[in-house]
């Protein structure tokens, strides 16, 4: 077996306890000024791709999701929404682990720029994961290989060297593709030992 150097994990679903960045914002913006979530969310899905691949941002497209909605949702609220993403605690003390293993770990995400930029500070993510990839940055989903080569050039890895972590299992095709290694994450489940468990397969000491 290959010796792992680098431990790549998914953000939405698997660093957070919602499946995807939409659901988060939704959910607190629905709870906290829109109360029909369901309006708000068919709204928003609207710019949900061009948001994820850069195209856009949300300070161009909330006037327009206002006025469709014909609400004054202020946009502070939204980048309250971004602050107040649920985390995952367990899978945080999971990553301070890998690191103590000399493992070096990297963040690759399919989302919106402006959100992680506000989550990243927040959070310390940059003092968390060596490296964070983030789609609205490079224009590349996980339907790509691109976004996982950067991380591997960025890394300095070969792609058999690194486990990449993600909670669908769509997003696992590409990279497990290019030998990279790959685990699913049951993003309901939430089932810490047993990704401990998977992880120790590769002679890793979680």
């Not at 431990?7 to 919602?18: A, L």
């Not at 629905?30 to 068919?42: T, V």
């Not at 690191?99 to 399919?110: F, H, P, S, V």
């Not at 060297?161 to 489940?189: H, S, V």
Request: aromatic content about 12%.
């Amino acid at each position: 077996m290959n010796k792992i150097n680098a431990i790549f994990f998914d953000f939405d679903g698997v660093m957070t306890i919602d499946k995807t960045g939409t659901q988060s914002v939704c959910n607190y913006i629905s709870k906290i000024y829109c109360n029909d979530k369901e309006k708000f969310e068919k709204e928003y899905r609207k710019y949900n791709n061009d948001l994820l691949y850069g195209i856009t941002t949300h300070e161009k497209i909330w006037n327009k999701i206002c006025q469709n909605l014909n609400e004054n949702i202020p946009i502070s609220i939204l980048y309250d929404s971004f602050e107040n993403t649920p985390m995952n605690n367990e899978m945080y003390k999971f990553v301070e682990i890998i690191k103590r293993q000399n493992l070096m770990t990297a963040l690759i995400t399919e989302n919106k720029l402006d959100r992680i930029n506000i989550i990243k500070e927040k959070y310390n993510l940059n003092k968390i994961f060596d490296i964070i990839i983030v789609s609205a940055e490079i224009g590349f989903g996980k339907d790509k290989k691109e976004i996982f080569q950067i991380a591997l050039d960025k890394m300095n890895v070969k792609s058999y060297e690194c486990i990449f972590i993600d909670n669908q299992e769509k997003n696992l095709i590409i990279p497990n593709n290019m030998g990279i290694n790959t685990i699913f994450f049951d993003d309901e489940q939430r089932n810490m030992q047993k990704l401990k468990n998977e992880i120790k397969k590769y002679d890793i000491n979680v």
